[in-house]
């Protein structure tokens, strides 16, 4: 054949494969984010820095342009605190005796502020789901200043909904929000009560969380105050010595005429942290539009790259579903636009510290590395399926119809259909860096986000949703690590749609 001939049928041939997304690049990164080597992408770690320059180093080589001036990181300014449970306890003293649950199995601890030592004498108040919202207030005028505010999770009924897909759900039920109020009141502490369907996991999952070192923002703790969690069987115990019943607090919590009850009860003892001071970062490149005049606004594209790391005990927390899958899937997709971009322009962006309360999504909104009011919409990929193909894909996220029109068209063009909104008891829709965005009234989505399946598999149904359901008992474990028998199917199915909805969005009038 002619070289001409030879030259032309290369670049027909390439530009067939243009937009493709390919399971070798997705099963490649998501491989290499997941080995042992990255020491599970730890906030604070080594493995965390080579996440970072993995992730830079990639967008480099895809020919993006580096989102922050010169750079491809933004700078995310972080507090870490580790408990230093032998020099670390809390017991409640009443009239009728002594309580000192065991750290860690009855009791998660720490400080609410970077601080070295604090030491807690207060007196306990019950208020309910801990909830002033305008709709309901669970405080009735009572001043917490000084107090310790023990809580439920979760509060399902009683709420104003956001603008969410997720149905029956606010975020004044989150664990966060409980934290913040209580700061916002003056209280001297909060602690919270765990049960698995109001927390969405089990104990396991805080404990893990908690016996590691947590990070907050640089700036935004609360000075002498404490945090922590109570199992559901140690808060029964401490009730009862305050001469109350668990059950029975519960059931008056959900109507909005309960009133707080102060516990006969104090806490007292020490809380020993070691602290520092740190710098993270959220990688971000961009490609620039064709529209010379559109390409002033953007999509993003978002996943985050931190996940446990290396805990205190040596174990890895891979974090391989959680979330190596996402950045795995906004590489390949990265690959695949920059072959043919759009419109207006697209921003790949992996926050830090996802797993430290949103840290990294939360400090970029806070510093948009471009104006938010020029972002159409952020489809951010956590935890995808790496089970097996589907027939439909669930929306986590905002709601807007727009938004709702541009998903059923991506859906179609990727051969699913939409799954309908469903309850989400678990908070998922408060569980990932979509809601940052989405809280300042940018669109954003977690779409195919689910920790334990619940789609409509194709082929073995039954064993398909085994396995998915599987996942939550490696959630936040050192056992969610790769495995090359991975079905990636599932997953491809997600990135085609969430690529289709973002050209879709970046190139629509
Ligand atoms: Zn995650």
């Given at each position: 054949m002619k070289p001409i001939l030879l030259a032309l049928l290369a670049c027909l041939t390439l530009e067939a494969q243009a937009p493709r997304l390919d399971e070798r690049t997705v099963r490649a990164h998501l491989a290499f984010l997941a080995d042992d080597v990255l020491e599970g992408?730890?906030?604070?770690q080594r493995g965390g820095e080579l996440a970072v320059r993995y992730l830079e180093t990639q967008l480099q080589a895809l020919g993006l342009?580096?989102?922050n001036g010169a750079s491809y990181r933004q700078k995310v300014a972080l507090a870490g605190l580790r408990l230093e449970p032998a020099a670390s306890s809390l017991r409640f003293e009443g009239p009728q005796g002594v309580l000192t649950p065991a750290l860690g199995d009855e009791l998660a601890l720490g400080a609410a502020a970077p601080e070295v030592l604090l030491p807690v004498d207060a007196p306990l108040v019950f208020v309910g789901h801990g909830i002033a919202d305008g709709?309901?207030?669970?405080?009735?005028?009572?001043?917490?200043?000084g107090r310790i505010l023990v809580m439920l999770v979760g509060d399902r009924k009683n709420g104003p909904p956001?603008?969410?897909?997720?149905?029956?759900?606010?975020?004044?039920?989150r664990w966060t929000y409980k934290f913040e109020e209580a700061r916002r009141r003056g209280a001297a502490g909060a602690l919270l009560i765990h049960t698995d369907a109001s927390a969405g996991y089990g104990w396991a999952v805080v404990r893990n969380s908690w016996s590691q070192e947590r990070f907050q923002r640089a700036g935004s703790g609360q000075p002498g105050a404490v945090q922590g969690w109570l199992t559901e069987a140690a808060a029964r115990r401490l009730f009862a010595l305050a001469g109350q019943e668990l059950p029975a607090l519960i059931a008056g919590a959900d109507a909005l005429t309960f009133q707080p009850v102060p516990l006969a009860l104090r806490a007292r003892g020490t809380v020993r942290s070691t602290v520092r001071s740190l710098e993270q970062w959220n990688v971000a490149g961009l490609l620039r539009g064709r529209d010379p005049q559109r390409a002033r606004e953007l999509v993003i594209f978002s996943a985050h790259w931190d996940h446990f790391g290396k805990g205190a005990d040596g174990a890895i927390y891979a974090g391989a579903v959680d979330n190596a899958t996402g950045c795995a899937g906004v590489l390949a997709i990265a690959k695949a636009l920059a072959l043919k971009p759009p419109a207006r322009s697209v921003l790949f962006f992996f926050p830090c510290a996802e797993e430290q309360g949103l840290l990294g999504s939360a400090a970029y909104v806070e510093a948009p590395l471009r104006p938010l009011a020029r972002t159409r919409l952020v489809i951010n990929l956590e935890?995808?399926?790496?089970?097996g193909p589907t027939r439909d894909i669930g929306l986590l996220g905002s709601s807007e119809p727009a938004l709702l029109k541009l998903c059923v068209k991506a859906a179609a063009a990727s051969g699913l259909v939409l799954t309908p909104p469903k309850a989400d008891p678990a908070g998922l829709c408060f569980r990932s860096d979509h809601f940052p965005f989405a809280k300042a009234g940018v669109p954003a989505l977690s779409p195919?986000?689910?920790?334990?399946g619940g789609w409509d598999y194709l082929g073995d149904k039954a064993t398909a949703q085994a396995k998915a359901a599987a996942f939550m008992t490696r959630y936040h474990r050192p056992t969610d690590r790769y495995n090359p028998a991975w079905n990636l199917e599932g997953m491809l199915q997600q990135l085609r749609f969430a690529l289709e909805l973002g050209r879709l969005a970046a190139t629509a009038p």
């Open positions: 992408r730890g906030t604070g342009a580096p989102a709709h309901r207030d669970d405080y009735k005028g009572l001043d917490v200043r956001l603008p969410l897909c997720c149905e029956a759900e606010n975020y004044e039920g935890s995808l399926n790496v089970v195919g986000f689910s920790l334990d």
